[in-house]
């Protein structure tokens, strides 16, 4: 079956300890995005990446790292998380928004906490 | 700074009745619009839309782009319970290959 996958699915934590959110799909895409939703906000972009080895900010980068050493994973990493870091986090994924579908495919979302 | 805009925020409705929801944008080099239904947890896929004046239909889901007055609209009739969602409308930036959504509409379907 053709899916996101994000791990975890729930997290409580607490200020400066770090984590990682992986995400991993089976689609075989090139293009894969995190995103962040909070109340009033929408879904705001964090960090994308094209292919292997290629990364770029989006909107809202400060305070997350990733990484792209394989095409099906992109893990999201908080090196030192802080309470507004509170969120739900989206990982998606695409074969290429330069194509025509432009389709993103989501993950089913880590809500995180930190304390 | 690129910007979409949804509106209403939020719509309650009853069953059998016909809904629009409208989403405005403000980006650099658009290149196509997406509409997504969020339920429970993860958006799902409703519609594309590149061309200007060409509906896209999918059952009693419909939607329009009009990229001269820089604006889509997402039509529902004969709603249901099941059409209570939040429905998010994201505009794809050419060259950015980046997405800028909405706020959402949260859309509520009485019996």
């Known amino acids: 079956e053709a899916q996101v996958t994000q791990n975890p699915r729930y997290l409580i934590t607490v200020t400066g300890k770090k984590l990682t959110v992986t995400c991993s799909q089976n689609m075989n895409h090139e293009y894969m995005s995190w995103y962040r939703q909070d109340p009033g906000l929408g879904l705001r972009q964090i960090y994308y990446s094209m292919n292997v080895e290629v990364t770029d900010k989006g909107d809202v980068p400060e305070g997350y790292k990733v990484s792209r050493k394989e095409k099906r994973n992109f893990p999201l990493i908080l090196e030192s998380p802080s309470p507004n870091q509170t969120s739900l986090y989206f990982c998606a994924s695409s074969l290429g928004l330069a194509g025509v579908t432009g389709e993103l495919f989501f993950g089913e979302g880590s809500r995180l906490t930190v304390l | 700074e690129d910007k979409v805009v949804q509106s209403p925020l939020s719509l309650v409705v009853h069953e059998g009745d016909t809904v629009t929801l409208n989403c405005s944008y403000e980006v650099t080099n658009f290149r196509s619009l997406l509409w997504y239904k969020q339920e429970k947890k993860a958006p799902t896929f409703l519609f594309m839309l590149t061309s200007s004046g060409i509906e896209k239909k999918s059952g009693r889901l419909s939607s329009i782009l009009d990229k001269k007055e820089l604006f889509s609209i997402l039509n529902i009739t004969a709603t249901q319970t099941g059409d209570s969602a939040v429905y998010l409308c994201?505009?794809?930036?050419?060259?950015?290959?980046?997405?800028?959504f909405g706020q959402g509409t949260r859309l509520t379907i009485n019996p």
């Open positions: 994201a505009a794809i930036i050419q060259g950015a290959q980046k997405l800028v």
